[in-house]
């Protein structure tokens, strides 16, 4: 039986001000775009039993990370990492809706991660989440429901969670989270993984890696050389155009 779209709860303007939407995107969104999202997230009905099951139990955070507590945030409290910080691509629009539709049929399988900011207006900022976040955006734009307002996050203490632990934080949840990373993003967190543990004095850090990662400690050596190609060599290797030996002969 199809979902009467007319019943559900939706803006009364696509776009309108609205004080609790500050920080919360898709400003843009046309009354006709809105509608056929609306259609889109509100008639799929995805069933939790097709939520592959080791999405909900892979554990997020490493385990040495200690001192946080868990609770729900105004979404509009949240400032995103930096961008040298969260260099990830982008996830297409048609993941980012993939995501809202699994959110809307089976609720937040996995809370985001913040740390506090000190600051009054934009309290957290996110290291872990930023597409479940747009995902909650666009879910308040399209249906107006203000459980789309607040989310549940781990919350560490700025004081207790120094920058290079952060940033460890958002290239470790990528890794164990992102089923389809790049090469290039790939590469990049290795690479960033190796500069982060020298600045803590870890000595093995290929055995580290290697241990989180779950990867060969051969590929680790690889991918901090490829790190080092150009950006259009990247775009080559990301687009399967060059093998990732060739990659690293370049």
């Given at each position: 039986m199809a979902l009467n779209i007319n019943k559900l709860s939706k803006p009364s303007k696509i776009g309108a001000e609205d004080t609790?939407?500050?920080g919360i995107g898709f400003d843009n969104l046309s009354v006709e775009k809105a509608a056929e999202l609306r259609e889109r997230v509100a008639s799929n009905q995805e069933t939790k039993a097709s939520v592959p099951a080791e999405i909900e139990k892979k554990p997020e955070i490493n385990v040495?990370?200690?001192?946080?507590?868990?609770?729900?945030v105004p979404v509009q409290t949240l400032i995103d990492a930096p961008a040298e910080w969260n260099f990830f691509t982008v996830?297409?629009?048609n993941?980012?809706?993939d995501l809202a539709i699994s959110i809307y049929n089976n609720g937040l399988l996995q809370p985001i991660v913040v740390r506090s900011t000190g600051s009054e207006e934009t309290p957290y900022q996110i290291l872990a989440g930023h597409t479940r976040v747009s995902a909650y955006r666009l879910l308040y734009k399209l249906f107006?429901?203000?459980?789309?307002?607040?989310?549940?996050a781990?919350?560490?203490d700025k004081d207790k969670l120094n920058d290079t632990k952060a940033r460890e934080i958002i290239i470790d949840t990528n890794m164990m989270q992102r089923g389809n990373l790049s090469y290039s993003d790939t590469v990049k967190c290795v690479s960033e993984k190796v500069k982060l543990l020298k600045e803590q004095g870890i000595s093995n850090i290929i055995d580290v890696i290697s241990k989180d990662y779950d990867i060969k400690k051969t590929s680790i050596y690889m991918f901090t050389k490829l790190d080092k190609l150009i950006e259009p060599f990247k775009e080559l290797m990301d687009a399967k155009k060059i093998t990732l030996r060739n990659a690293e002969k370049l």
């Open positions: 609790r939407l500050k040495s990370f200690e001192g946080y507590e868990y609770k729900k996830p297409s629009e993941k980012l809706i107006n429901d203000e459980k789309y307002l607040e989310i549940e781990i919350i560490f």
